[in-house]
Each structure stands twice: as structure tokens, then as C-alpha cells.
């Protein structure tokens, strides 16, 4: 299968707390994309990460690969009402040219 | 920029009825993908266009699907006929693809079909 699989499956927290998605691919990637998407809404891409690296911030998102693993994470930190929303890992497998999205992480912020 | 277009936002139809719904790339991108969304199934890819040349339509249903993509700046997804399990939230969605280097993607808003 070239999706990703989000774990977990809904996440429900504090507005102001820190919200952690994972993402399991099960072969070798060329980079992998995180997408978040409001209800109603197309999606809309986050942040990229290239095989050969481990780690990269965007604002208040942290995201994280290990490909030894085959596994990714996406941390948000200070959350906030807005951050409502479903998130979606997509690998790109390497010698692909499409993305594959799996079921996402339905991720709620409780004022 | 005014991002990836898609008409009609909404489009309700009778079933046996043909429904044509069109997408507008960010120009200057050279690949672009139709999806499917609905609870069921999720996001499923149908079809994708490199350079304005299907790459792979492996997603799509069956033949009462097709796609198309006459210049860099429009494309078409087409059902005939349109049945009532096609009723789902359709997405385009274009990318940058330049020799080993690859980009997100930007989507569209999508278009709600209904078919009744």
C-alpha cells in the first residue's frame, strides 16, 4: 500500500495543549507531506520532509521522520480553536509521482 | 495567486444525467490530480496528469469516468452517466514536479456532486 496510516484516528484535547499525530508507511519513501483539512474544505498542504532528514519546524509545527521505522510525527504545539481540523500524512514512495492519503487524524480543540 | 479553481462548487443532477466538472491548475504547475472524498471511501485518487498527459487513471471507477487535460491551464472530469453512488466531494489538486524535486500539492475547494 502506498498510503500512510494516521494513529490515531481522533484526537481531542485543551486549547493550549500540544497535539501529537503519528503516521506509519510500510515502504521506502522519497519525502513525506502532512495536509490538514477543515470540514468542508479541500487540503491544504502543511510541511514537507525530504528522506534524509529527521526533523523540520514550521511555525508551531514540528514535524519528525524516521525511516528506519518508517514513521513520521506531527506535533503541534500551544493549540488553538483553529487548529480544528483532520490531518493527513501522504508518503511519497520513491519512483511514485502521486500521493496515496489515508483515513487522517480528526484532531479537536475544546475551548 | 487565486489557487487551484474548480467549478461548480455545488451540482446537484438526476441520475442517467452527464456531469462535467472542471478545474483551473496554478499556473506554471505542471501536474494535476482529480480526487474522490466521500466518509465511505475516504480520498481516492482517480487520476493524474503530467505535463497535461494521463499518467495513471488505475482510480478511475469504470468507464462511465472519464478525463481530460487540452492545455496546462484546464481540465475536465466527466461522468456519463452519473449514478447516485458517484455522489461525493470531487478535488483537483496541481504540483511542481522538476526532474528529482517535488512540492505539495495545492487543492482546490472541490466540488459537491449530488446525484439523486
Known amino acids: 500500500s502506498q498510503q500512510g496510516e494516521e494513529d490515531p484516528q481522533a484526537l481531542s484535547i485543551q486549547e493550549g495543549e500540544n497535539a501529537t499525530m503519528n503516521c506509519s508507511y510500510k515502504t521506502s519513501i522519497n519525502n513525506l507531506q502532512w495536509y490538514r483539512q477543515n470540514s468542508g474544505r479541500g487540503l491544504v498542504h502543511l510541511i514537507l520532509i525530504r528522506s534524509n532528514e529527521r526533523e523540520k519546524h514550521s511555525g508551531r509545527l514540528r514535524v519528525t521522520l524516521d525511516t528506519s521505522k518508517k514513521s513520521s510525527s506531527l506535533l503541534i504545539t500551544a493549540s488553538r480553536a483553529a487548529d480544528t481540523a483532520s490531518y493527513f500524512c501522504a508518503p511519497l514512495i520513491q519512483g511514485a509521482q502521486k500521493l496515496v492519503f489515508g483515513q487522517g487524524t480528526r484532531l479537536t480543540i475544546n475551548p | 495567486d487565486a489557487g487551484v479553481i474548480q467549478s461548480p462548487r455545488h451540482e446537484v443532477t438526476e441520475m442517467g444525467q452527464e456531469v462535467t466538472l472542471r478545474c483551473k491548475p496554478i499556473?506554471?504547475?505542471?501536474?494535476l490530480f482529480w480526487y474522490r472524498q466521500t466518509m465511505m471511501r475516504g480520498l481516492e485518487l482517480l487520476i493524474y496528469?503530467?505535463?497535461?498527459?494521463?499518467?495513471?487513471d488505475s482510480g478511475m471507477p469504470e468507464d462511465r469516468f472519464s478525463a481530460k487535460m487540452p492545455n496546462a491551464s484546464f481540465s475536465t472530469l466527466k461522468i456519463q452517466p452519473s449514478e447516485p453512488r458517484d455522489s461525493a466531494v470531487y478535488f483537483c489538486?496541481?504540483?511542481?514536479?522538476?526532474?528529482?524535486?517535488?512540492?505539495?500539492?495545492?487543492f482546490g475547494s472541490g466540488t459537491r456532486l449530488t446525484v439523486v
Open positions: 489538486a496541481s504540483s511542481i514536479r522538476r526532474d528529482r524535486n517535488y512540492y505539495g500539492y495545492t
Open positions: 496528469f503530467n505535463n497535461n498527459v494521463p499518467i495513471d
Open positions: 499556473s506554471g504547475h505542471n501536474s
